[in-house]
């Protein structure tokens, strides 16, 4: 059974770091790319950073230099290390997966991300 859970977010000051992780299961090889979406209140959700399977980084504008996507192979691990986090960050984060389903998905980066996990919220806040 598929299973993407995350874990780490919270709330954070303008400023801080925050880490999140997406315990991977289910899956091994069979996936072109993982990563990490955001949705913030009345917004769309939106790419925030992914990794494909042969380790290209896609990144969305605003974050880059400032939030780092890693893979951690034999912990089936992605880890979000957020860095001088700002109040437009605010948004629940989700890991997704695009999975070698016959299903579509949201795409980015030419990638179907087509398996979400449940989200979790990171408020940056003063």
């Known amino acids: 059974q598929v299973q993407l859970v995350e874990s780490g977010g919270g709330l954070v000051q303008p400023g801080g770091s925050l880490r999140l992780s997406c315990a991977a299961s289910?899956?091994?090889?069979?996936?072109?790319?993982i990563g990490w979406f955001r949705e913030a209140p009345g917004k769309e959700r939106e790419g925030v950073s992914c990794?494909?399977?042969?380790?290209?980084?896609y990144e969305l504008d605003s974050v880059k230099d400032r939030f780092t996507i890693s893979r951690d192979n034999a912990k089936n691990t992605i880890i979000l290390q957020m860095n001088s986090l700002k109040p437009e960050d605010t948004a629940v984060y989700y890991c997704?997966?695009?999975?070698?389903?016959?299903?579509?998905?949201?795409?980015?980066?030419?990638?179907?991300?087509?398996?979400w996990g449940q989200g979790t919220q990171v408020t940056v806040s003063s």
């Open positions: 990794i494909s399977r042969g380790g290209y980084i």
């Open positions: 997704a997966a695009a999975l070698k389903l016959d299903r579509g998905g949201l795409n980015w980066y030419g990638f179907d991300f087509n398996f």
């Open positions: 289910g899956f091994t090889s069979d996936y072109y790319a």
